[in-house]
């Protein structure tokens, strides 16, 4: 099992650029978390989708922020126009639906300059 | 979720017990208490849950109060790769399978 695949693991960008994070959940798990991660903020909720609908999308910050799940397989979250503060780690996670274990991938760090 | 109060950080030695408290004092009857772990830059990782018994796995137990005011995650066998930020989650049952959401855990640094 290759865990939750992030991609790309480090991107710098200039502000006002579009950014798309990409992640691959577990195959089989129906359940997926995208969490930013900041050292002001720590670990934040952005949103969660159960088979591939978002269920609550909440901790998404502003319009600039998108997050898509077409299949089960493949989800992405865009920042457009990205802006400095958006600089922070991404991690997405994956679920079986009802089950109490997330797993994590290893994370996308942006630095948006 | 239920609110969890957990001391921002705790020194270890290596090869020595630790003993991670997590003060849970609302939490409710169908609250499952979870632990997660996040090293150096890595992702959040998970290490146990439970309701009310204690529990055991390869990683560490889970010592739970007869109250369920608290609980208490222990390391028998503190190592180096021990040392990570450690989040003690709240959960109700019906919950299972939404999103976890993390406070600001305890911090562990494990000397040689």
């Known amino acids: 099992d290759a865990g939750v695949i992030q991609s790309p693991r480090h991107e710098v960008t200039e502000m006002g650029q579009e950014v798309t994070l990409r992640c691959k959940p577990i195959?089989?798990?129906?359940?997926l978390f995208w969490y930013r991660q900041t050292m002001m903020r720590g670990l934040e909720l952005l949103i969660y989708f159960n088979n591939n609908v978002p269920i609550d999308d909440s901790g998404m910050p502003e319009d600039r922020f998108s997050a898509k799940m077409p299949n089960a397989s493949f989800s992405t979250l865009k920042i457009q126009p990205s802006e400095p503060r958006d600089s922070a780690v991404y991690f997405c996670?994956?679920?079986?639906?009802?089950?109490?274990?997330?797993?994590f991938g290893a994370g996308s760090r942006l630095t948006v300059l | 979720d239920a609110k969890t109060t957990q001391p921002n950080s705790m020194e270890s030695n290596e090869e020595e017990p630790v003993h991670l408290p997590c003060n849970h004092s609302t939490i409710s009857g169908t609250d499952y208490i979870h632990w997660y772990r996040q090293l150096p830059s890595q992702g959040p990782e998970y290490v146990i849950h439970?309701?009310?018994s204690n529990v055991n796995n390869r990683m560490a137990s889970l010592a739970i109060a007869e109250d369920r005011k608290s609980s208490t995650l222990i390391l028998h066998r503190a190592t180096l790769r021990d040392a990570a930020v450690y989040y003690c989650?709240?959960?109700?049952?019906?919950?299972?399978?939404?999103?976890?959401?993390f406070g600001k855990g305890t911090t562990l640094s494990v000397s040689s």
């Open positions: 989650i709240l959960r109700a049952a019906n919950q299972a399978g939404t999103a976890l959401i």
């Open positions: 439970g309701l009310t």
């Open positions: 195959s089989g798990h129906n359940s």
């Open positions: 996670a994956s679920s079986l639906k009802g089950a109490n274990v997330l797993t």
